[in-house]
């Protein structure tokens, strides 16, 4: 699952559930730290605020994500999470591959992505 800092509110929930149901690895950043639903109250003529009208509470965590964001099991920029997401399957497919050539073409490519992200890292070629 890729996050950014920019994912908020449900695809944050979403993050957080499958994190902590351990059902999906996390990548990218830390979300925004909207979980509690509401909405804006007008409090004057020229002014409105946000009143929270309810609390995602997570029966694993017996807590949310407010204020706080989805933690990534593996902390990346956002536009390198991809990537990064991508290495990871290929290197756990790697042991299940029994095709010699494919293994190798797969360790190729890894490689080059590997090298990419040195490149995103680092900003030289």
């Not at 950043?29 to 509401?38: D, K, N, Q, S, V």
């Not at 409105?48 to 009208?53: A, G, H, K, L, N």
């Not at 694993?60 to 990064?84: C, H, I, R, Y």
């Not at 790697?94 to 010699?100: A, D, H, K, S």
């Amino acid at each position: 699952m890729l996050t950014s800092k920019r994912t908020f509110s449900g695809a944050e929930e979403f993050s957080y559930n499958l994190k902590n149901l351990k059902r999906a690895t996390v990548v990218g950043e830390t979300t925004g730290g909207g979980a509690h639903p509401g909405g804006g109250v007008r409090v004057g003529e020229h002014f409105m605020m946000f009143v929270p009208r309810g609390r995602a509470i997570s029966p694993v965590t017996k807590t949310n994500w407010e204020g706080t964001g989805v933690k990534p099991d593996v902390e990346v920029p956002a536009e390198q999470a991809l990537t990064v997401a991508h290495v990871a399957a290929l290197k756990k497919s790697l042991p299940t591959l029994p095709n010699p050539q494919m293994k190798a073409a797969v360790q190729s490519l890894i490689d080059q992505m590997e090298k990419e992200l040195g490149v995103m890292k680092t900003g030289k070629k």
